[in-house]
């Protein structure tokens, strides 16, 4: 029996690796963790009967406590009872699913608790890879990506000499825009913004595949999770999402990952690897798929990459605030009091003012996540003034 802990279980990502739980009759749920919803955490305690669960509004901890009663499972909230879901003692390997910055801490206590983690929360790599890799290294536990692309690049390296990479070919399908200029994108409101044409996925991710910043995350964490230079990294637009990734080893070879647009498989791959096991879904059918192209992506018109790449090169903690704008950019165009073209705009600012630290601790990457906050509201206020 294999025991989890999923951090984020109401989302997107936990709710389909619950259905890989439920797929499989040898995995354990010995932790939950969830913002505010809980109505949907109440039925997983109640189908998955883990040890603990956390909510991260103490008022919602209080009320699910209430509503789980007769049940045997501590009710935990806020920061402390995240980072107690995240060692929770007999869990082995713990999801972060949880999205922004909040997952660094309980990714780091997951690690001293000697949890190995299945990595979905893309910021901790982002904002503090260079505290997170060393620190698996020393400890001895294992990163096991659950983002497709990274997942994919991670297949195809497997059973592969470490060094051996020429370049990773990290793929994005261009998202519901690709093809529009920036004036053709002014007038985008959040309900186009949120029809991916090929994936399922939570708002806030789906806005950041719509604007390339996505993409730019994963740019980042693959420099750290593959230990490769930004020089190394290149994006291909594949508008089928049928190859999730690509990597080409020294020798010219190029080995690919391909597969239908189903998060369920690298999340299965992360639990269980190094085995594989059926996952039920959709085949490719390249009898009747046509065809698969690519092209170049648009850095001028999706900006997001191309600062993606500018705050990645230039590292310490721009990352962060590349990372803190673009969260409070698109919770505001979600709120609908910023444009759209608005979200690069202010990840531009913010990037702009910021005086950069170099090899920032956890504190000052949380200070910085701060002030860029404070920065962008403080903006947003005297625009709304006028």
Same mark, same amino acid.
């Given at each position: 029996?294999?025991? &989890?802990?999923?951090?984020?279980? +109401? *989302?997107?990502?936990?709710?389909? +690796?619950?259905?890989?739980? #439920? ?24 189908? !998955?009967? %883990? ?14 406590? $209430? ?10 909230? $806020? ?25 660094? #801490?309980?990714? &780091? ?53 470490? *060094? ?6 990290? +793929?994005?399908?261009? $998202? %519901?825009? #690709? ?17 991916? %044409? ?7 991710? +789906? ?8 993409? *730019? ?25 049928? &190859?999730?990734?690509?990597?080409? !080893?020294?020798? $010219? ?29 959709? #085949? ?9 192209? !690519?092209?170049?992506?648009? %850095? ?87």
């Amino acid at each position: 029996m294999k025991n &989890i802990g999923i951090l984020g279980s +109401t *989302g997107s990502i936990g709710t389909q +690796t619950l259905e890989v739980v #439920r797929n499989n009759k040898d995995i354990q749920v010995t932790a939950l963790a969830a913002g505010s919803n809980i109505g949907l955490l109440e039925r997983q305690i109640r189908e !998955f009967r %883990p040890a603990l669960a956390c909510v991260w509004d103490e008022k919602k901890a209080l009320e699910l406590k $209430g509503l789980v009663a007769d049940l045997n499972v501590k009710i935990v909230s $806020g920061m402390k009872g995240l980072m107690e879901a995240a060692a929770e003692p007999k869990a082995q390997t713990v999801v972060t699913a949880v999205v922004g910055m909040i997952g660094i #801490r309980p990714t &780091i206590a997951a690690m001293e608790a000697g949890k190995d983690i299945a990595l979905a929360n893309k910021e901790t790599l982002v904002t503090a890879g260079h505290i997170i890799m060393p620190l698996a290294k020393k400890l001895g536990v294992r990163i096991l990506p659950v983002d497709s692309e990274h997942s994919a690049i991670f297949q195809c390296l497997n059973g592969e000499g470490k *060094g051996k990479i020429h370049k990773i070919l990290l +793929t994005a399908s261009g $998202g %519901p825009f #690709r093809g529009r200029t920036r004036q053709e994108m002014k007038d985008v409101q959040v309900e186009d913004a949120l029809k991916h %044409p090929n994936w399922s996925m939570g708002r806030k991710i +789906t806005i950041d595949s719509s604007t390339m910043v996505n993409k *730019g995350l994963e740019v980042m964490e693959a420099k750290w999770l593959f230990d490769v230079t930004f020089d190394q990294i290149q994006v291909v637009v594949q508008p089928q999402s049928v &190859i999730h990734s690509m990597v080409e !080893f020294e020798d $010219g070879a190029v080995m690919a990952q391909l597969g239908t647009p189903d998060m369920k498989l690298p999340i299965q791959y992360a639990l269980y690897y190094p085995e594989r096991r059926f996952l039920p879904g959709d #085949r490719l059918d390249f009898g009747s798929m046509g065809q698969i192209t !690519f092209e170049p992506p648009d %850095p001028e018109n999706f900006r997001g990459l191309a600062l993606a790449y500018e705050a990645g090169r230039r590292g310490g903690s721009l990352p962060v605030v590349f990372n803190a704008a673009n969260e409070y950019a698109v919770s505001e165009f979600l709120n609908r009091r910023i444009s759209y073209l608005e979200i690069t705009d202010m990840i531009e600012e913010a990037m702009r003012a910021h005086q950069v630290i170099d090899a920032p601790d956890v504190e000052q990457i949380l200070e910085a996540e701060r002030q860029t906050r404070q920065l962008l509201a403080g903006i947003s206020g005297k625009k709304a003034g006028r």
